[in-house]
């Protein structure tokens, strides 16, 4: 079920998990033992996160491919 529940985080959910994990381990107040949980976690919600930004960049890749006049420019050019 825990498996299951990881799995259908939105990215949002991630990145708050992931705030919190890096909270924990700022303090510095943390067993050896839970600091490593908390490190892996962090690094599985870290993986999740760089999945799910995968994803949306192959999907936006493929609607602009899709449309003849949709052009893939620079973000922070296209602001200047």
Do not use: C, H, W, Y
Not at 15 to 21: D, F, G, W
Not at 22 to 45: C, I, Q, T, Y
Not at 50 to 59: D, G, H, M, S, T
Request: aromatic share 4%.
């Amino acid at each position: 079920m825990a498996k299951a529940q990881e799995k259908a985080l939105a990215f949002e959910e991630i990145l708050k998990e992931l705030e919190n994990v890096v909270s924990k381990l700022e303090l510095g107040n943390l067993p050896l033992d839970e600091a490593l949980n908390e490190f892996e976690k962090g690094v599985k919600l870290s993986k999740q996160g760089q999945v799910q930004l995968q994803n949306a960049e192959q999907r936006i890749q493929i609607l602009l491919t899709e449309s003849s006049e949709a052009e893939l420019t620079d973000f922070a050019n296209s602001e200047n």
